[in-house]
């Protein structure tokens, strides 16, 4: 199985900062990567498909990039809305795997 | 709109079975692969599996592949998942999903394994 493994695990900033979440496969997964948003009670929303294509309706300020084995997800400017814990999900070889998260907070 | 509605979850006892639905709207259902995820109690996403429009191809987690089975009615726009020999590890919310890098999540259902 492909392990993702997502750091930091926990990640305070500040509202306006520049926010890089990172997530490194055991193997290479070709880009096969997507980056979902869960809020606290609520359903996990995709974000970033393929590793760099913004989903509708997300806000630009979310980018994705990588290749390999490590991907980046970027938040560009924090805002209050963006507190949630972001994983990362590999579909390129079975079983399709989900990262750890990273729960992204408030400073 | 699409959107899609999980049901079926609840308290089982420890060794039962339960099957869960997702209706499915909005979307033309037998055009998509359908998926499910769970997420024990305070824990991060699990992929459960998956299963192609016409049934003829399903995927599953290693580790879940014989206790639980994925099915889909197309003429009924639900996906289903049938759970067996269940344990408390198995206590989690269950998300039915689009796979077309699942775009659409449904609410979620809560299944508890205890006695």
């Known amino acids: 199985d492909i392990q993702m493994t997502q750091s930091p695990p926990v990640l305070s900033a500040s509202v306006g900062d520049r926010v890089t979440l990172s997530c490194k496969a055991s193997?290479?997964?070709?880009?096969?990567l997507d980056w979902y948003q869960q809020k606290h009670g609520e359903a996990p929303k995709l974000l970033i498909y393929y590793t760099n294509n913004l989903q509708t309706g997300i806000p630009s300020r979310f980018s994705g990039s990588g290749s390999g084995t490590d991907y980046t997800l970027t938040i560009s400017s924090l805002q209050p809305e963006d507190v949630a814990t972001y994983y990362c999900y590999q579909y390129n070889s079975g079983p399709n795997t989900f990262g750890a998260g990273t729960k992204l907070e408030l400073k | 709109e699409v959107k899609l509605v999980e049901s079926g979850g609840g308290l089982v006892q420890p060794g039962r079975s339960l099957k869960l639905s997702c209706a499915a709207s909005g979307f033309s259902f037998n055009d998509y692969w359908m998926g499910w995820v769970r997420q024990a109690p305070g824990k991060g996403l699990e992929w459960i599996g998956e299963i192609n429009q016409d049934s003829s191809t399903i995927n599953y987690t290693p580790s879940l592949k014989d206790k639980f089975t994925i099915s889909r009615d197309n003429a009924q726009n639900t996906l289903y998942l049938q759970m067996s020999k269940l344990g408390s590890e198995d206590t989690a919310i269950y998300y039915c999903a689009r796979v077309d890098y699942f775009d659409y999540w449904g609410q979620g259902v809560m299944v508890t394994v205890s006695s």
């Open positions: 193997q290479n997964i070709n880009k096969n």
